[in-house]
C-alpha cells in the first residue's frame, strides 16, 4: 500500500488547511484510516480516524469540534478538514491505513503509513 499525504503549508492562526492522502495497492474501502501529527520535539500522536466505509469517526480532544476527517472510496482518497489553526497544530501530519477496517487509536495497529506533510500556524 502506497499513501501520498498532500495539502500542508504555511497559515496564519485561524486559517483552515485541507490536507489529502492518496491511497494505491489495496481495496481502500477495506482499510481503516487514520491521521497522526508529530510536532517538533514531541511523539507522533493521534489525530483521526475513519473506518473503511466512512460511517465512523474518532478525534483527539484537541481536534473534536475543529477538524473533521472525510473519505471519497471511489477515488482511493483521504482527508483531513482542519479549521481554526492554533500555533500549537503546527506539525507533520501522517496519514495511516490498516489491514482491517475497523478504526483504532493506537499508531501500532496502522500497517501503512504515508512521508507528512508539514503544517505551520503562525501566530
Known amino acids: 500500500v502506497q499513501l501520498q499525504a498532500s495539502g500542508g503549508g504555511l497559515v496564519q492562526t485561524g486559517d483552515s488547511l485541507r490536507l489529502s492522502c492518496a491511497a494505491s495497492?489495496?481495496?481502500?474501502?477495506?482499510?481503516?484510516m487514520g491521521w497522526f501529527r508529530q510536532a517538533p520535539g514531541k511523539e507522533r500522536e493521534f489525530v483521526s480516524t475513519?473506518?473503511?466505509?466512512?460511517?465512523?469517526?474518532r478525534y483527539a480532544d484537541f481536534g473534536k469540534g475543529r477538524f473533521i476527517i472525510s473519505r471519497d472510496n471511489a477515488k482511493n482518497t483521504l482527508y483531513l478538514q482542519m479549521n481554526s489553526l492554533k500555533p500549537e497544530d503546527t506539525a507533520v501530519y501522517y496519514c495511516a491505513a490498516r489491514d482491517s477496517p475497523l478504526t483504532t487509536l493506537t499508531m501500532s495497529t496502522y500497517n501503512y503509513w504515508g512521508q507528512g506533510t508539514l503544517v505551520t500556524v503562525s501566530s
Open positions: 475513519i473506518t473503511g466505509s466512512g460511517g465512523g469517526t
Open positions: 495497492g489495496r481495496t481502500f474501502s477495506n482499510s481503516a
